[in-house]
């Protein structure tokens, strides 16, 4: 079967790869596009293969509501030229509505099932992508809400992707309640917090604090040449209050809202909730930041391209 200059562009059109690996599948298939396609995807593969090793700290962290459900992806790539690529892009939010249809917990399982609105498993479009975009890819993790009132929250078009889940009764102005929680998914964005409230804080974390802030206490106290129980009794004050304040670093609800900062959150929550007339419970936040925690490749990409080149 023979194919013409149009099957060759409707092939780069279909699969993003260059002209003339499209024509070379084109060649091999015979002329058969859906041959080709094949061909290109099981070439894809290979190439994949070979950027495994690469590390993936760039990318997009996505956050969304699909159908109610709240979800908050990352997908990593190598540089972050990626996240302004619209397949890429597409990829991510394709990934977003997957993770919604489904009921997986773990990437694994995320990566077997079927891509949403496609045939094949997020695998192989995930190893489609690495082809077409050049790079290595990978989905790092994800998190969805399937009860309550979900809130998304994109910060600099993909670094920080946050959901806010909230409990909400009583109340009909429901735009002023995503308002709210468009606030507080920024707070969570800007300051960080690591748990709701204090009843949700590790209880060896908080140990551990309240030792480290007592010896400091206990230490500070040395200069001033008091009686051991009566200086003991002192530090252990100090640490009540240095424990608030560690509460306030790390739990949302103890957060100073940052729009008010006279207020925490909790406060602020409930101001809103009784202006409009009901009930308004955050129950849950998650947020993801592109790229934490991994340790980034300390030669840049501008560098590798130039070292090619030689």
Known sequence: MSFTAKDVKELREA???GMMDCKKALTECSGNMENAIAYLREKGLAAA????GRITAEGMAY?????????????N???DFVAKNEKFIDFVEGIAKTVAATAHNEVEELLASNFHGLGHTVTDQLQEMIQVIGENISVRRFIRYTEGYN???????????VIVNMDVSGISDMDAVTE???????QIAAMRPLYLNTDAVDPEELEKEKEIQLNKAIEENKAKNLPEDKARQIAESMVKGRINKFYEDICLMNQPYVKENKLTVAKHVENVAKQLGGQIT??????FEKGEGIEKKEDDFAAEVASMAK
């Open 15 to 17: 699969t993003g790869v």
């Open 63 to 75: 956050a969304t509501v699909i159908d109610g459900v709240g979800v908050v992806v990352e997908v």
């Open 282 to 287: 955050i129950k849950g936040f998650t947020r």
């Open 49 to 52: 293969q070979k950027k495994a």
């Open 77 to 79: 790539a190598e540089t």
């Open 180 to 186: 709210l929680g468009k606030d507080i998914a920024m």
């Open 151 to 161: 809130v998304p929250y994109i910060h600099a078009g993909g670094k920080i992707g």
